[in-house]
């Protein structure tokens, strides 16, 4: 049986030596911090498995209800399901969603919703409050999935770099426009990583001209829960999409902040004008909303 009291007393009073102590306080500090790593790293790995499953299995009931259920469906049934749909897959991501500002509803028709652009995540995260047409890179249409949703939901597949394809997708706009749907544009023309708001471009504003619709600027960023920058939604660069849906599965505290900012009429202004107008409003927010953020810039 073990005794509390055996050996030396003046050896127990002097070990370790200082030399002694000093050796196990670093190797104590330098072991702490990789076990707390690894622990990190296999509970990051692990929600990454989980919700990968439950978002694999999302995207296939949203596959079959846009196959199967869409074409029975009246148009505000399908606009219900499409809001309900993103709104679910926010939450199996592990995303919070806030909105601010001026919410226009559900589908407002006539409508032109213009957002700096940070992900493809972007389109269903507005869609979990105001559902569109959004007109988006004609390379989605041919993602696995994701391609296959957004197509269902209407969007506009077009090809930037071929200008008779601008004008293609500007009378598609208009003639939507013209028939009370709400279109989602993203004037930057690419994506960034949320900390700087990139140029606009100017030509497809000119379908709200020709079909006197209303303009609303939208300012998206995502955050953790302190109001930090969160770069794990950022499609940016060479990545692929799985590349980043694998960063975006592993996030914690993930917050999609939608800032709609207040609508306005063309009023006979040119679409340059109207741009720079959107631009100027949507650069304002990001700085307001960064101001504490040293490398926010516009």
């Avoid at 296939?60 to 196959?67: N, Q």
């Avoid at 969160?230 to 975006?248: F, G, K, Q, T, V």
Wanted: hydrophobic fraction near 40%.
């Amino acid at each position: 049986m073990p005794s509390t009291s055996c050996g030396n007393a003046d050896a127990i009073s002097t070990w370790p030596v200082l030399g002694d102590a000093a050796k196990l306080a670093e190797s104590s500090i330098q072991a702490q911090p990789a076990g707390l790593r690894r622990s990190a790293s296999m509970y990051r790995n692990w929600l990454r498995l989980q919700r990968l499953v439950n978002v694999l299995c999302h995207l296939g009931m949203g596959i079959a209800i846009a196959t199967w259920r869409f074409p029975g469906m009246d148009e505000n049934a399908r606009l219900c399901r499409i809001q309900s749909w993103s709104r679910t897959l926010a939450k199996k991501l592990g995303i919070q969603i806030r909105v601010q500002g001026v919410v226009p509803g559900l589908y407002p028709p006539n409508h032109l919703l213009l957002a700096n652009h940070i992900s493809w995540l972007d389109i269903f995260v507005l869609n979990t409050e105001t559902v569109s047409r959004f007109v988006a890179k004609s390379e989605i249409r041919q993602w696995p999935v994701v391609g296959s949703l957004c197509h269902a939901a209407g969007t506009l597949f077009i090809e930037r770099e071929r200008k008779r394809d601008t004008a293609r997708v500007s009378n598609a706009m208009i003639d939507a426009l013209r028939d009370g749907h709400c279109v989602a544009v993203f004037p930057e023309g690419t994506t960034s990583d949320g900390r700087c708001i990139l140029p606009f471009r100017s030509s497809l504003l000119q379908a709200a001209i020709d079909s006197q619709a209303t303009i609303q600027p939208i300012y998206l960023r995502y955050v953790d829960s302190e109001g930090n920058w969160n770069d794990a939604p950022a499609y940016i660069n060479e990545m692929s999409l799985s590349e980043s849906l694998w960063r975006l599965l592993g996030a914690r505290g993930l917050v999609a902040e939608i800032n709609f900012l207040a609508p306005f009429a063309v009023a006979g202004e040119d679409r340059r004008t109207l741009t720079r107008y959107a631009e100027t409003r949507i650069k304002a927010a990001h700085e307001a909303l960064n101001s504490h953020h040293p490398s926010a810039t516009s």
